[in-house]
């Protein structure tokens, strides 16, 4: 009787697998010159597993081999982005920055960037128009419009950009005000739609009009009767919903949201702006893991009110603030600034992005 041969799971070929791991180590750059070496290397480097697993081990190098800072600049009437590497400012050394080649094919009468996500970097151009934009992979779409039905009278009043991991789709919320009524949409980028959403949250925003990024959720701080809290949207499903606070920041006159490491932060001053403190949500949607990380004096900055977090801590417990125009680094140990040192950057508005491999057009669904 013939023994069968049992099943075997299907295994790289040696060779193979060490063409991967080298692979997976090389910058975006390299790695979209690869894609055409091959039709296997092309078919490889655009497969989902490689850039999941690409983007994992970017987030992952220390310190920061792979992230960017990008910059809005003006001049006059005219926008430019430019970007640096981060990797060379936190040994103290200088960066070089250049200019972006975002394609923009109109005016342009105002320019921000709402955020960042896996690579990708949201940017609202003339208060109403959205684009898509991964500045490693050279990539970039403009999504649909957002409606406003009166655009005389109508106007965005919040917005945001982010991910959901629970559809793998990356979405962009928008919310807009005419005297007749409030309307609020999430756009898709599978469905490349938008969506309109029930827009319940009549609270006035203190915050920046775009939410900051975390856990699947858009954050704001608003007030009520004034009363402050952190509100959210989940853009899983539109619902908003509030973000429970330590009582210990009752205890401060002002308050600045942010994101480190991928975790909610508040940034504080007391009502005495004797100091600064600086509070993380190391578990997000349970209250007691708010823990203050510093407290910095107020001898260092006067204008403690330009002081902005940057979504970037390091091992070291380093923080990149954003101060005037600016990039500094707070060193918790040494209780001191240090400015960064970047070549031909003309700061406007900043924020970290990390490179990747992600496409703004591989997402859609056909």
């Not at 205890?251 to 909610?264: F, P, R």
């Not at 702006?273 to 600086?278: N, Q, S, T, W």
């Not at 960064?340 to 703004?360: A, R």
Request: aromatic share 12%; proline share 4%.
């Amino acid at each position: 009787m013939k023994r069968k041969t049992p099943h075997k799971q299907a295994r790289l070929h040696p060779c193979k697998k060490i063409i991967t791991d080298i692979l997976l180590r090389l910058p975006v750059k390299s790695l979209l010159r690869f894609k055409y070496t091959s039709k296997s290397w092309r078919s490889l480097i655009s497969s989902k597993h490689f850039v999941k697993t690409h983007l994992e081990n970017s987030t992952k190098n220390p310190p920061f081999a792979c992230h960017r800072i990008i910059s809005v600049t003006r001049e006059g009437n005219k926008y430019d982005i430019q970007h640096c590497s981060l990797h060379p400012l936190f040994p103290e050394r200088v960066t070089y920055a250049s200019y972006g080649d975002f394609p923009v094919d109109e005016s342009v009468d105002s320019l921000r960037l709402l955020g960042s996500c896996n690579g990708l970097v949201c940017i609202s151009i003339n208060e109403t128009k959205y684009f898509l934009w991964n500045p490693s992979a050279r990539e970039s779409k403009k999504l649909p419009d957002f409606d406003l039905k009166i655009l005389s009278h109508s106007h965005i009043i919040e917005d945001g950009f982010g991910f959901d991991e629970s559809s793998g789709d990356y979405k962009v919320y928008a919310a807009s005000y005419d005297q007749l009524q409030d309307i609020a949409k999430i756009y898709s980028l599978k469905q490349d739609s938008w969506t309109r959403i029930n827009y319940n949250n009549k609270d006035v925003i203190l915050s920046p009009r775009t939410g900051k990024f975390v856990s699947g959720n858009l954050h704001w701080i608003r007030v009520i009767e004034d009363e402050w809290y952190i509100s959210s949207l989940d853009l899983k499903n539109g619902v908003y919903g509030i973000v429970e606070r330590p009582s210990i920041l009752d205890d401060h006159s002002s308050l600045v949201l942010g994101v480190l490491n991928g975790c909610l932060s508040a940034f504080c001053c007391s009502q005495d702006c004797k100091y600064l403190d600086l509070w993380v949500l190391k578990q997000y949607g349970v209250k007691d893991s708010w823990s203050k990380m510093m407290r910095i004096s107020d001898n260092l900055f006067m204008d403690y009110m330009l002081l902005t977090p940057l979504d970037i801590i390091s091992q070291n417990r380093e923080v990149l603030f954003r101060y005037r125009w600016d990039l500094v680094v707070y060193k918790l140990k040494e209780n001191r600034f240090w400015y960064l040192k970047t070549n031909g950057f003309k700061n406007l508005h900043k924020l970290v992005h990390v490179e990747s491999l992600v496409s703004v057009m591989a997402n859609i669904e056909e």
